[in-house]
């Protein structure tokens, strides 16, 4: 290697891959929200936004793997490995890993989604080479012990079980095996009883060792920070791990998944002696990539997105029905989700179920008027920004779009998109979308004639 005062000479092929590329992808104004990225060598991406005017700094490193990348067998695995990381590495025990960060103040935590896994830590700008060398040091030297393993699976246990307690989650689990069946899209993220007691040490280390290459993870930070500081940091810690000694390594692309099993007309009933019954209404959405997200937000945020929604309107303020319903949508990289959610007493789930499944057909048939169009454009924009608000939020926005799109839109060009919805679109989307038959997924104290009703509502 050459001294920085050496003459410089040609460089070969395999030199010229080992250099760090950078290229600045959104332009900031005086430098406020510029987004650059940057390639090491070993194929891990560094992204970051510079917000100058804050005192915090969020750091975090997506890996492109989720609970869609299991086979039933290992289903939960990677939950369960997102838990195992902040177990101790060959530099820090459990309790170094959290004491670094609570003694500067600061958060850390992670989420496993279906499709990728995220790990972060929010602190004071000045203490993010601490955050960087914390949580670079988990991604890459984690031990995966034996002993930590069997130690968290009872931690993992407890949480479905906390999760099985609250039925308001149990039915989105319900609702995505009742649309996708026994796919890796229609099992819970967090795994089974069976599947989590079936893993082993050895089966999350191989995990570990496929989906946690430097290949496969985006490195993203924003806040009042330095792109090349925060390159510098995330080299040095990765360096130390011998994690990019790779130099020809490239990438992964943005998933572009298989088909997945979506189903129309099902109905799963799961019957529980709860104060409400929790229904999810819906129907096949579209992937996260399809240019009509723009208008299936504004349409989702009509319907059922705030407090002057239709469905807030039917169901909680005109008839006193349910204290929660709402709409929502879920993209993944080759389809999606539309459901409407509601939690009422028992007694009611079928004038609920009526209500929401006559104003889906309406809005098919009729579609919405220019005036709720309007103000769900309005409220979809000022949410869009408002939701950006904070370093955490950025860096979120960043990473998933180095992650999941491999490119970066800026929020006057997502506003611009938003702006651009014509209630024309929206009508069309409305007759497409809500035009297919529901499927349906309802926890609840069932009787057997409610049951019947229930699955005759979709049909």
Not at 311 to 331: I, P
């Given at each position: 290697?050459?001294?920085?005062?050496?003459?410089?000479?040609?460089?070969?092929?395999?030199?010229?891959?080992?250099?760090?590329?950078?290229?600045?992808?959104?332009?900031?104004?005086?430098?406020?929200?510029?987004?650059?990225?940057?390639?090491?060598?070993?194929?891990?991406?560094?992204?970051?936004?510079?917000?100058?005017?804050?005192?915090?700094?969020?750091?975090?490193?997506?890996?492109?793997?989720?609970?869609?990348?299991?086979?039933?067998?290992?289903?939960?695995?990677?939950?369960?490995?997102?838990?195992?990381?902040?177990?101790?590495?060959?530099?820090?025990?459990?309790?170094?890993?959290?004491?670094?960060?609570?003694?500067?103040?600061?958060?850390?935590?992670?989420?496993?989604?279906?499709?990728?896994?995220?790990?972060?830590?929010?602190?004071?700008?000045?203490?993010?080479?601490?955050?960087?060398?914390?949580?670079?040091?988990?991604?890459?030297?984690?031990?995966?012990?034996?002993?930590?393993?069997?130690?968290?699976?009872?931690?993992?246990?407890?949480?479905?079980?906390?999760?099985?307690?609250?039925?308001?989650?149990?039915?989105?689990?319900?609702?995505?095996?009742?649309?996708?069946?026994?796919?890796?899209?229609?099992?819970?993220?967090?795994?089974?009883?069976?599947?989590?007691?079936?893993?082993?040490?050895?089966?999350?280390?191989?995990?570990?060792?496929?989906?946690?290459?430097?290949?496969?993870?985006?490195?993203?930070?924003?806040?009042?920070?330095?792109?090349?500081?925060?390159?510098?940091?995330?080299?040095?810690?990765?360096?130390?791990?011998?994690?990019?000694?790779?130099?020809?390594?490239?990438?992964?692309?943005?998933?572009?998944?298989?088909?997945?099993?979506?189903?129309?007309?099902?109905?799963?009933?799961?019957?529980?002696?709860?104060?409400?019954?929790?229904?999810?209404?819906?129907?096949?959405?579209?992937?996260?990539?399809?240019?009509?997200?723009?208008?299936?937000?504004?349409?989702?945020?009509?319907?059922?997105g705030g407090m002057s929604s239709r469905?807030?309107?039917?169901?909680?303020?005109?008839?006193?029905?349910?204290?929660?319903?709402?709409?929502?949508?879920?993209?993944f990289a080759d389809c999606g989700l539309?459901?409407?959610?509601?939690?009422?007493?028992?007694?009611?789930?079928?004038?609920?179920?009526?209500?929401?499944?006559?104003?889906?057909?309406?809005?098919?048939?009729?579609?919405?008027?220019?005036?709720?169009?309007?103000?769900?454009?309005?409220?979809?924009?000022?949410?869009?920004?408002?939701?950006?608000?904070?370093?955490?939020?950025?860096?979120?926005?960043?990473?998933?779009?180095?992650?999941?799109?491999?490119?970066?839109?800026?929020?006057?060009?997502?506003?611009?998109?938003?702006?651009?919805?014509?209630?024309?679109?929206?009508?069309?989307?409305?007759?497409?979308?809500?035009?297919?038959?529901?499927?349906?997924?309802?926890?609840?104290?069932?009787?057997?004639?409610?049951?019947?009703?229930?699955?005759?509502?979709v049909s």
């Open positions: 290697m050459t001294s920085r005062t050496s003459r410089p000479t040609a460089r070969t092929s395999s030199e010229a891959r080992a250099v760090a590329r950078t290229q600045t992808l959104l332009k900031g104004k005086d430098g406020i929200g510029t987004v650059r990225r940057t390639t090491l060598p070993g194929g891990l991406r560094v992204v970051t936004e510079t917000l100058p005017s804050v005192r915090s700094a969020t750091f975090g490193i997506w890996a492109h793997v989720g609970s869609r990348d299991e086979t039933p067998a290992l289903n939960g695995a990677t939950h369960y490995l997102e838990h195992l990381l902040f177990k101790g590495t060959r530099r820090r025990s459990a309790l170094d890993i959290s004491a670094a960060i609570d003694a500067v103040g600061g958060e850390m935590n992670a989420f496993t989604a279906k499709e990728y896994t995220c790990y972060y830590a929010r602190v004071l700008d000045t203490d993010l080479p601490l955050a960087i060398d914390v949580v670079c040091d988990m991604l890459t030297g984690s031990l995966i012990l034996d002993e930590d393993v069997d130690a968290e699976r009872g931690v993992i246990l407890e949480e479905i079980a906390m999760t099985e307690d609250d039925p308001g989650d149990v039915v989105h689990d319900l609702f995505a095996k009742t649309m996708f069946g026994d796919t890796p899209l229609g099992r819970p993220v967090l795994g089974t009883v069976d599947t989590i007691n079936a893993l082993t040490r050895d089966q999350v280390a191989r995990f570990y060792k496929k989906h946690y290459d430097p290949t496969h993870l985006v490195v993203s930070a924003a806040g009042n920070i330095d792109h090349a500081t925060v390159v510098r940091l995330v080299r040095r810690a990765f360096d130390k791990a011998g994690a990019l000694a790779r130099t020809d390594a490239v990438p992964v692309v943005p998933r572009d998944g298989h088909r997945a099993i979506r189903a129309a007309g099902r109905v799963d009933l799961l019957n529980r002696r709860t104060e409400q019954a929790h229904v999810v209404l819906g129907m096949p959405g579209y992937a996260r990539t399809d240019d009509r997200r723009w208008t299936l937000g504004v349409l989702n945020t009509a319907l059922g469905l807030f309107q039917e169901v909680r303020e005109k008839r006193g029905l349910a204290y929660s319903v709402y709409s929502y949508t879920s993209g539309f459901g409407v959610y509601a939690g009422c007493r028992p007694s009611q789930v079928h004038d609920v179920l009526r209500i929401c499944r006559d104003e889906l057909d309406r809005v098919a048939h009729e579609g919405l008027t220019d005036d709720e169009i309007r103000r769900a454009i309005g409220q979809l924009k000022g949410s869009t920004v408002l939701g950006l608000e904070d370093t955490g939020a950025l860096m979120n926005r960043i990473g998933k779009s180095e992650l999941c799109w491999g490119d970066q839109m800026s929020v006057d060009d997502m506003l611009a998109r938003i702006a651009a919805v014509t209630p024309d679109d929206v009508r069309g989307l409305a007759a497409e979308l809500l035009g297919q038959r529901p499927s349906l997924a309802v926890i609840g104290p069932l009787k057997d004639k409610q049951a019947d009703r229930l699955e005759q509502a």
